[in-house]
């Protein structure tokens, strides 16, 4: 699978199908290129501007950043697929003997590790991506401030359902002080992502409702 070369239509049908991949940490990543896609949209409305040529650098340094998010939120659809082959396929090994079903856990515990990071990761990357829609709503063009407030709620939907997806894999790990780093890791991301995405989606509703 190639999200990146996939027609919008074609990509949700296979999203609605029964099929294992795209599923939960790939839809993230893409609601995250999306929301990210919103901040260079705010840049480019800002940039050449009079009322924002004190403000200019720092916003083409903020969509230059966004431009290589969004490439790499793209780019992690597919690695989320890659990511979770190997972990389908463990759970059809088989378990009939004690031999087997050592086997198997062992490579469960290695895939599971494995699928928990790149979603992880896709936390990590719109994270960042909320830091840069921060800037675009308090800086960025008064006429498009409401594109930073959306960009941002795609972000924060980005980085809870990745989220999902890391608990969900280290749920089922035997090794639960390497679950717990994950969970940790995704604890601390969810606290600060959410926190700093609703002081931005407040800072938009403030200027729009005022």
Do not use: H
């Amino acid at each position: 699978m190639n999200a990146k070369t996939m027609e919008i239509e074609q990509f949700i049908d296979v999203l609605a199908s029964k099929a294992a991949v795209p599923g939960g940490g790939g839809a993230s990543a893409l609601t995250g290129a999306i929301g990210t896609a919103l901040a260079s949209m705010v840049g480019n409305l800002t940039v050449g501007k009079k009322k924002y040529k004190e403000v200019e650098e720092q916003i083409r340094a903020q969509m230059e950043e966004a431009e290589q998010i969004q490439k790499q939120l793209l780019e992690l659809i597919d690695k989320d697929a890659e990511a979770f082959e190997p972990l389908s396929k463990a759970y059809g090994l088989p378990k009939e003997t004690e031999e087997q079903l050592c086997y198997r856990n062992q490579v469960m515990e290695e895939a599971l590790w494995k699928a928990s990071l790149v979603p992880l990761e896709i936390m990590e990357t719109v994270s960042e991506a909320i830091s840069i829609l921060e800037v675009m709503a308090e800086k960025g063009s008064r006429l498009a401030v409401s594109d930073a407030g959306v960009g941002v709620q795609f972000c924060r939907s980005a980085l809870l359902g990745a989220s999902l997806n890391v608990f969900i894999n280290t749920k089922l790990m035997k090794d639960r002080e390497r679950a717990q780093q994950l969970n940790s890791r995704c604890d601390k991301l969810i606290e600060d992502g959410v926190r700093r995405a609703d002081a931005v989606f407040d800072i938009v509703m403030k200027e729009i409702r005022k």
